[in-house]
């Protein structure tokens, strides 16, 4: 399967389709090295790799998931007190974020052209009386 938009910082590994409802894009950063946040020294010394899902936009009518493969590295300046550092891929999402930027500008934008009266309409349904409301949230 061919992906119609560009994944800034990333190359993706494969596609997965799990059902016709969600589809997985596995992926990891480009470049063999990672910067240090704390002395800016660049580290080729892979100390261990991990996986990020974060949701983004939609494709077609699939819900899509990215599976990033991100890597820790060793800092090697012996003055540097950050022992190791994990890689961030900073255009497609913040640290820690469950969603990639895209996805949560498309929602932000979508909340502000509501006016915040689609979550109105939902918590006001039938068959949601019950739920519980919260004012901060835009859907």
Known sequence: MQIPFAIPECRIKRVIEQNPDRLVISMRRRGASGR???CGDTSQSVHSRYHRHPADLPLSASR??????V???YCLNPSCHRRTFAES???L?????????????AQGRIGIACGGR???????????AGQPRNRAAVH
Not at 118 to 128: C, K, L, Q, T, W
């Open 118 to 128: 689609g979550r109105r309409s939902f918590a006001d349904a039938p068959e949601n």
């Open 36 to 38: 240090c946040p704390d």
């Open 64 to 69: 899509t998931v990215l599976r990033i493969e």
């Open 71 to 73: 890597r820790r590295f």
């Open 89 to 91: 891929p900073s255009e």
């Open 93 to 105: 999402h913040s640290p820690r974020a469950r969603c990639t930027r895209r996805l949560a500008e």
